[in-house]
């Protein structure tokens, strides 16, 4: 049976066309923005402003901390990077140990479990 075109209009793919092209506009207009040297100017002073602003409150904030006796968080940083050294010290001693166990082990091979030596004599039964 052939598939005949609906003659009924269909809101959803006027709508679907009108986004398609409304995002085209957009697209081209922000790309036209974003490649001109004002643009990326303004950018730039941006950044230096907000990085500015963090700075002066780091500073701000790191007296107040102190004083209520929070870590920063340059504390917590050297804090973590002490933690990663001691593991990598401790992954490094566990290494060696290991090494000198397989060495020792290879000098001397396990010996079989075997009794005692008695060394004492059991009392003799003759005793009258």
Known sequence: MPKTESTTPDPAAAWREWMTQSERQWNEF????????????????????FLHFQKTMSEAMGPYLTAMNIPTRTDILALGDRLMAIENRM???EAQLTQIKGAVEQQSPAKTASKPRRTKRPASSDTN
Request: charged share 15%; no cysteine; glycine share 8%.
């Open 30 to 49: 922000f790309n036209q923005m974003m490649g001109t040297e004002e643009f990326s100017q303004n950018m730039g002073r941006n950044l230096d402003v």
């Open 91 to 93: 992954a490094a001693i």
